[in-house]
């Protein structure tokens, strides 16, 4: 293993293959659809619980069973990303979301609205481990974080945009968004199709037939070996617990501390929080690789520090009684998280086998979604029992500042 320090040469094959960019950008689109539709619900609270009558708590229980699912069937869709064509499976993904989308504007009762949180679930868990491990096949090194930092761009273009559901419930009823993106995904699809392929690599690392074959119960068994995996996933799922009670409560929190309406509340959450994160995924992503090139541990170093530094932001903003210091408080935790999401898979390919990418990642959204679920639950719960909000805001100031310690003691095993 090379000295932590030493500079390391950039070999011919860490560059970019042709068309790495237009991968990103095509991506792109595809992570701000489905994280639009995450954020979209929350901030939409008021107009659909008029519509379909439900406590808090079943409120929030709609974004666990979507969690859960999500989650619990991440490492499947990360698995036949490496067992099949990782662009066909991002295709399919995309075509069940848009039919799932344009379909939740129709429901009547609260069961049939959890059934298609649940198939959102399904077709998502495909998703994003595809997309990464794709992104980490044309970008072989020297360009990792920068890439997933810029497609993860996308994803919070889709999160501060969710925050339109709240004008969109106001202005044209609650299920009008719902028609809209899941009609313009279904276009997408089309282009993707067209344009989306594998990497050149994927022959190189697969079997002849260009799919992987060793047995899912051995690749289990290599990933549970896997100390650092484990070390990444405890990291991942508290920073899982944070960022699920603040996307699922904070915007009724605003609501309901500052007597904000509907609309201004999502819109204060979405722009100061998702902005930020934009930035913190591009200067995270191009700080890490610049540091990477010098230190083995670099991409591990910027989310250390970012995350450490940001938790007491977090415990803030929920103790204080002045909109400005929250919106503060959001920007410092959504440019942590940033520099946290464009890292976390060029962190796990400097740990894992290549052929195992995608499996991994997808085990790593288990964990973190799943405590994120709970997280998403909790906050009902405890409005059901007039606690309020502000406690599972705070407990998250932990969970950030634990996040960055773990941090510490992951040391990457190889170069990526």
Same mark, same amino acid.
């Given at each position: 293993?090379?000295?932590?320090?030493?500079?390391?040469?950039?070999?011919?094959?860490?560059?970019?293959?042709?068309?790495?960019?237009?991968?990103?950008?095509?991506?792109?689109?595809?992570?701000?659809?489905?994280?639009?539709?995450?954020?979209?619900?929350?901030?939409?609270?008021?107009?659909?619980?008029?519509?379909?009558?439900?406590?808090?708590?079943?409120?929030?229980?709609?974004?666990?069973?979507?969690?859960?699912?999500?989650?619990?069937?991440?490492?499947?869709?990360?698995?036949?990303?490496?067992?099949?064509?990782?662009?066909?499976?991002?295709?399919?993904?995309?075509?069940?979301?848009?039919?799932?989308?344009?379909?939740?504007?129709?429901?009547?009762?609260?069961?049939?609205?959890?059934? =298609? !949180?649940? @198939?959102?679930?399904?077709?998502?868990?495909?998703? %994003?481990? *595809?997309?990464? $491990? /794709?992104?980490?096949?044309?970008?072989?090194?020297? =360009? !990792?974080? @920068?890439?997933?930092?810029?497609?993860?761009?996308? %994803?919070? *273009?889709?999160? $501060? /945009?969710?925050?339109?559901?709240?004008?969109?419930?106001?202005?044209?009823?609650?299920?009008?968004?719902?028609?809209?993106?899941?009609?313009?995904?279904? $276009?997408?699809?089309?282009?993707?199709?067209?344009?989306?392929?594998?990497?050149?690599?994927?022959?190189?690392?697969?079997?002849?037939?260009?799919?992987?074959?060793?047995?899912?119960?051995?690749?289990?068994?290599?990933?549970?070996?896997?100390?650092?995996?484990?070390?990444?996933?405890?990291?991942?799922?508290?920073?899982?617990?944070?960022?699920?009670?603040?996307?699922?409560?904070?915007?009724?929190?605003?609501?309901?501390?500052?007597?904000?309406?509907?609309?201004?509340?999502?819109?204060?959450?979405?722009?100061?929080?998702?902005?930020?994160?934009?930035?913190?995924?591009?200067?995270?992503?191009?700080?890490?690789?610049?540091?990477?090139?010098?230190?083995?541990?670099?991409?591990?170093?910027?989310?250390?520090?970012?995350?450490?530094?940001?938790?007491?932001?977090?415990?803030?903003?929920?103790?204080?009684?002045?909109?400005?210091?929250?919106?503060?408080?959001?920007?410092?935790?959504?440019?942590?998280?940033?520099?946290?999401?464009?890292?976390?898979?060029?962190?796990?390919?400097?740990?894992?086998?290549?052929?195992?990418?995608?499996?991994?990642?997808?085990?790593?959204?288990?964990?973190?979604?799943?405590?994120?679920?709970?997280?998403?639950?909790?906050?009902?719960?405890?409005?059901?029992?007039?606690?309020?909000?502000?406690?599972?805001?705070?407990?998250?100031?932990?969970?950030?500042?634990?996040?960055?310690?773990?941090?510490?003691?992951?040391?990457?095993?190889?170069?990526?």
């Amino acid at each position: 293993m090379p000295s932590d320090a030493s500079p390391p040469s950039i070999p011919e094959d860490s560059r970019p293959y042709q068309g790495a960019w237009l991968v990103v950008a095509l991506l792109w689109v595809v992570g701000c659809l489905n994280y639009l539709d995450r954020v979209m619900l929350t901030t939409m609270r008021d107009s659909i619980k008029a519509a379909i009558p439900m406590g808090d708590d079943h409120f929030g229980a709609l974004t666990m069973v979507f969690l859960f699912v999500y989650g619990l069937l991440s490492p499947v869709g990360g698995w036949c990303a490496d067992r099949f064509s990782r662009s066909r499976v991002i295709l399919i993904s995309l075509i069940v979301w848009s039919a799932v989308t344009w379909a939740t504007a129709y429901v009547q009762t609260y069961w049939q609205l959890a059934a =298609t !949180r649940v @198939l959102m679930g399904i077709s998502e868990a495909c998703y %994003i481990p *595809a997309a990464l $491990a /794709l992104i980490m096949d044309y970008h072989r090194g020297s =360009t !990792r974080s @920068l890439a997933t930092g810029l497609h993860m761009t996308g %994803i919070y *273009a889709g999160m $501060a /945009l969710g925050g339109m559901g709240g004008w969109m419930a106001d202005h044209h009823g609650w299920s009008s968004g719902f028609k809209v993106f899941g009609s313009f995904g279904v $276009a997408y699809a089309l282009l993707l199709f067209a344009l989306l392929r594998d990497a050149p690599r994927q022959r190189t690392e697969k079997s002849a037939d260009g799919l992987t074959t060793e047995p899912p119960l051995q690749i289990v068994a290599t990933l549970a070996g896997n100390a650092r995996l484990w070390l990444l996933a405890l990291h991942w799922s508290l920073l899982g617990f944070a960022g699920w009670a603040f996307v699922s409560w904070m915007p009724s929190y605003l609501r309901e501390h500052f007597d904000l309406t509907q609309t201004k509340a999502g819109f204060t959450f979405s722009v100061y929080m998702q902005t930020a994160c934009l930035a913190g995924v591009v200067v995270g992503g191009a700080w890490a690789d610049r540091w990477s090139r010098v230190n083995l541990r670099g991409r591990v170093f910027v989310p250390m520090i970012a995350l450490t530094l940001c938790s007491p932001f977090v415990f803030l903003s929920a103790n204080t009684d002045t909109l400005s210091i929250v919106s503060v408080c959001l920007i410092a935790f959504g440019f942590a998280r940033g520099c946290s999401d464009s890292n976390m898979m060029p962190i796990l390919c400097q740990v894992i086998e290549a052929r195992h990418r995608a499996t991994a990642y997808g085990f790593l959204n288990l964990c973190s979604c799943i405590v994120g679920g709970i997280a998403a639950y909790l906050g009902g719960w405890l409005k059901e029992r007039h606690v309020d909000l502000s406690y599972i805001l705070m407990s998250s100031a932990l969970g950030v500042l634990l996040c960055g310690v773990l941090l510490i003691i992951v040391k990457p095993a190889r170069r990526d």
